[in-house]
């Protein structure tokens, strides 16, 4: 068993997984910048060190900080959160090499999922249905330019080790292929350092569908269904929810059983994230997330589990504390990002937080480490909050949400709490009828908010 664990992330995250420790009797150490001394996770852990200035780059990033951090403190694993150096395996590797557990996946199982070619081929090897494409990667426009002729247009260059949207390029036609092949490569080359690109038939109405998955690194491990994150913007998540509006049980019983297979297949430790788009019924893999998500949440008030406490439990050596079977779907439940951003720019608006009052209540979690007067440092990603309710079904869920946000206040900033209040009175949201694009589609012509 852990005695301590050291949190190396700041904001909402830190504080969730303080919170697991906390009731699992392990003590917890939050590390922070210089800019984030007055920050809710460091009032909030056990005990905290000082990791460097302000730039994430020389602190929140900071391998060496980050270990000297556990060594002065007696931490015996680390936990990354999401974001920073979550999905780095060199990072899980320096951790192994100082005799410290990393609270995740294996480094050889991150820098698989990292390459998007290997990820894919991996996958595709245990059974998941990928997207149609090239058979590993393509070295030559000539190359591109068959496949994409035999396939059909339109087509999808994308960057193996891209991530973020970075690195993809979409050819419509034979007159597009030649500037989408050499673009992906050089974004991939200057941005990720490897030029190696893939090629993919391109969807055009798909939803985004991951499957969360669990595996306890000894060959066993379950699936607990899908979320639905197809409101995004620039490929930043808006609004999720769980089960997706369009999968039925039997559905989601087949993928998630192939997906728990193939991740038993390679030994996977903790939690996981298959991503698929999903288009006239089939899911097609893109790729796999290897770490906790941001919208872990909805999963957890469905299904009535900790996620935190079982990565703990896996990273502990303990099996998983249930099984497939125990696994039942508990209503529905919808998550929101808050945003310290000013709408319709989505322009970021660090700044004091004047008042703050989360909403309470039956079906409600707010994730915030805001407080009355907390200054949001401008160096780290915006989000602020996550509002999350649950309910029996979709209709009471959405009910929820507007009671929720009807009663949280955050003053002093602007934030995206308008864009939520103007989503909700949309029949598509309502009807749960959307797919990628649409978000951005409605932004663009929404005078609303
Ligand atoms: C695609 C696609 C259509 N066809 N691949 C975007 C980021 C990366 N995770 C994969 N992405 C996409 N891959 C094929 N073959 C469309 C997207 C995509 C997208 C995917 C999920 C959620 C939002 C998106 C927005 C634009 C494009």
Redesign the pocket.
């Known amino acids: 068993m852990f005695n301590k664990i050291l949190i190396a992330n700041r904001g909402e995250i830190a504080l969730r997984v303080i919170r697991a420790c906390r009731e699992m009797g392990i003590k917890s150490v939050a590390v922070h910048s210089t800019a984030d001394s007055d920050a809710m996770h460091v009032r909030m852990a056990d005990e905290s060190v000082c990791i460097g200035p302000p730039a994430g780059s020389e602190s929140y990033l900071s391998i060496p900080n980050l270990i000297s951090a556990c060594e002065i403190t007696g931490a015996e694993a680390i936990h990354p959160g999401y974001g920073f150096l979550s999905e780095n395996a060199n990072f899980v590797q320096v951790i192994e090499d100082h005799g410290l557990k990393f609270i995740g996946p294996t480094a050889e199982h991150i820098r698989i999922m990292g390459d998007k070619i290997t990820a894919k081929e991996t996958m595709r090897n245990l059974g998941v249905p990928c997207?149609p494409g090239s058979e590993g990667g393509v070295e030559t426009i000539e190359e591109a330019r068959q496949i994409a002729e035999d396939m059909g247009y339109p087509v999808?260059i994308k960057a193996t080790a891209g991530g973020g949207?970075r690195g993809?390029k979409v050819a419509t036609s034979e007159d597009d292929i030649d500037v989408a092949f050499s673009t992906a490569r050089s974004e991939g080359k200057s941005v990720f350092g490897n030029p190696e690109v893939y090629i993919?038939?391109?969807?055009t109405l798909?939803r985004?569908i991951e499957i969360q998955v669990f595996g306890d690194g000894k060959g066993k491990a379950v699936h607990l269904g899908e979320r639905d994150c197809s409101l995004?913007r620039r490929?930043q998540k808006v609004f999720e929810e769980a089960p997706s509006p369009v999968i039925d049980e039997a559905t989601r019983q087949r993928i998630g059983k192939t997906c728990a297979e193939a991740v038993a297949g390679i030994n996977y430790a903790g939690a996981g994230t298959i991503?698929f788009?999903f288009e006239n019924g089939e899911f097609y893999f893109?790729?796999m997330n290897t770490r906790l998500q941001v919208e872990h949440p909805v999963t957890e008030a469905i299904f009535g589990i900790d996620l935190v406490r079982e990565q703990i439990r896996v990273a502990e050596g303990l099996p998983l504390s249930f099984a497939q079977d125990d696994l039942v779907i508990n209503g529905h439940a919808i998550e929101c990002r808050i945003n310290a951003e000013k709408v319709p720019e989505f322009r970021p608006s660090p700044g004091t937080v004047l008042q703050y009052h989360a909403p309470g209540g039956l079906g409600v979690r707010m994730d915030s480490a805001i407080y009355d007067g907390y200054k949001i440092p401008p160096y780290y990603d915006s989000l602020i909050g996550k509002l999350i309710v649950h309910a029996a079904d979709r209709r009471t869920a959405l009910a929820r949400l507007e009671r929720a946000l009807s009663e949280l206040v955050i003053d002093g900033i602007d934030t995206t709490l308008p864009l939520f209040d103007a989503l909700l009175r949309q029949e598509e949201v309502i009807s749960g009828d959307y797919t990628?694009l649409w978000l951005e589609k409605w932004l663009e012509t929404n005078p609303e908010i």
Do not use: D, F, R, T
């Open positions: 997207v999808i949207g993809m993919e038939k391109y969807l798909p985004h995004q490929h991503e788009l893109i790729e990628i």
